[in-house]
């Protein structure tokens, strides 16, 4: 059962340190989303990549924000510095052409 | 731009009853449509998927949506409700030329005994 893997599950961090959020998409994809889930604004696109080119990453906070595709099996989103408001789960999702999005379990991040 | 509401952010209903979960869509293109579902503390869940073909999609779990042009709506309905239903459910859309979807808020579903 090929599932998207999401590294760590959960984080809690001080404000101002550096926070790596990793995925392993489903083998074979190519097409990698990340999302951002919170109360207030639900679910937001951040960023993502087909092929491992970026195509859009204008849901992100330039400043702090960054996503990369160093491989085919591994995406990774970066918070530097991280700020309280960054407190929210990241999914990972990842699709075949222009189809359906398989989501990962997400990482609950918590930013103190 | 294509976008999706979901009315109600809570739905309630008891053990054995109809669920009936609204969504209506904005788009300027033929829409392909999506129902995920998320289980506390998990992703979304892709439950069935609308792509042209058949205007009555069956999906897992004894869901199924019928996507209705004149309406503008891809409801969402199971006949009876288990208590493994309740979570959260969300309505997508796929951008036009893109590979992204559009989600609405979500609704919750509360299922009693």
């Known amino acids: 059962d090929a599932r998207v893997t999401q590294t760590p599950r959960h984080k809690v961090t001080e404000m101002g340190q550096e926070v790596t959020m990793r995925c392993q998409p489903i083998l074979g994809h190519n097409t990698v989303f990340w999302y951002r889930q919170t109360m207030m604004q639900g679910l937001e696109l951040l960023a993502y990549f087909r092929n491992r080119a970026p195509l859009d990453d204008s849901g992100m906070p330039k400043d702090r924000f960054s996503a990369e595709m160093p491989d085919a099996t591994l995406a990774t989103l970066k918070i530097q510095p991280s700020e309280p408001r960054d407190s929210a789960v990241y999914f990972c999702?990842?699709?075949?052409?222009?189809?359906?999005?398989?989501f990962g379990p997400g990482t609950r991040l918590t930013v103190t | 731009a294509q976008s999706v509401t979901q009315l109600g952010s809570h739905v309630s209903v008891s053990e054995g009853a109809l669920v009936l979960l609204r969504c209506n869509y904005s788009?300027?293109?033929?829409?392909?449509l999506f129902w995920y579902v998320q289980y506390p503390n998990q992703g979304l869940q892709l439950l069935l998927k609308y792509t042209s073909a058949a205007t009555l999609v069956k999906g897992i779990n004894g869901f199924e949506a019928e996507f209705k042009k004149s309406e503008t709506s891809f409801h969402l309905t199971k006949p009876s409700a288990h208590m493994s239903d309740a979570a959260e459910y969300f309505c997508a859309v796929r951008n036009s030329g893109y590979s992204t979807l559009t989600f609405g808020k979500g609704t919750m579903l509360l299922v009693s005994p």
């Open positions: 788009s300027s293109v033929p829409p392909y």
């Open positions: 999702a990842s699709g075949l052409a222009d189809y359906e999005q398989y």
